[in-house]
């Protein structure tokens, strides 16, 4: 089945410092790779979408400026949060989907756990 | 955009009972439903979903209605076994909004034996 490796698995960064998150489909092509945030005991919170190539589409409320996503290729998205600070500090989850979408569905990575001291 | 409500927020069964999670959205063009089990500091994982030209899903111990009509969609689980217990979310992708989904706020279940 469709995998996305998601790395790190849990990081601890200062406040002011930045941080990167990546997805990889590890064996399919993801052309599409959506962000989310997770709060604890809280829902997901879709973020931003990204397609292959193109720029990411942002969530009303998330700045594009702070939260950096890149999908320069079909198997690797990354999230950058810049100058992170405690109320950065979440669970962040990346989901792709292929262009035969309908056969994979949605695979999300295992997600993120940011802590920002 | 479209709005996906869950209820209850958290549910208590007993071993061997049944359980049932409800969902309405509001976007008519939605058309595909997909039901989450995450456990804790873990992944959402895939349990079972609907599209809308289907009224009745099932799986094993799992299964989903839809009902366009009144917009609402529901998870029922039966024979609950304590592995169930877990954080159960719904979504909802809306057509042609590049394939987005919007998630429910989640219930927590407890099967208690």
């Known amino acids: 089945g469709a995998v996305v490796s998601q790395h790190p698995s849990w990081v601890i960064c200062k406040s002011g410092t930045s941080v990167k998150i990546e997805c990889r489909s590890l064996d399919f092509q993801a052309t599409t790779m959506f962000w989310y945030r997770q709060f604890p005991k809280q829902s997901l919170m879709l973020m931003a979408t990204s397609n292959e190539g193109s720029k990411a589409t942002y969530e009303q409320g998330v700045e594009k400026d702070k939260f950096l996503i890149n999908h320069a290729s079909l198997t690797l998205s990354t999230l950058t949060v810049t100058s992170a600070h405690p109320e950065d500090s979440s669970f962040y989850i990346c989901?792709?989907?292929?262009?035969?979408?309908?056969?994979?569905?949605?695979?999300f990575g295992s997600g993120t756990r940011l802590t920002v001291v | 955009g479209e709005n996906v409500e869950q209820h209850p927020s958290t549910l208590s069964v007993q071993e061997g009972d049944s359980a049932v999670i409800k969902c309405t959205y509001s976007d008519s063009a939605s058309n595909y439903f997909p039901w989450y089990k995450q456990e804790l500091g873990k992944r959402p994982q895939l349990i079972i979903d609907i599209r809308s030209n289907v009224g009745e899903k099932k799986d094993q111990r799992i299964a989903v209605t839809l009902n366009k009509t009144a917009k609402h969609f529901s998870l029922h689980i039966t024979e609950t076994q304590p592995e169930d217990s877990a954080v159960y979310f719904c979504a909802a992708r809306v057509t042609g909004t590049a394939s987005k989904l919007t998630f429910g706020t989640g219930t927590r279940l407890q099967v208690t034996l």
């Open positions: 989901s792709a989907r292929s262009m035969g979408g309908e056969l994979y569905g949605y695979t």
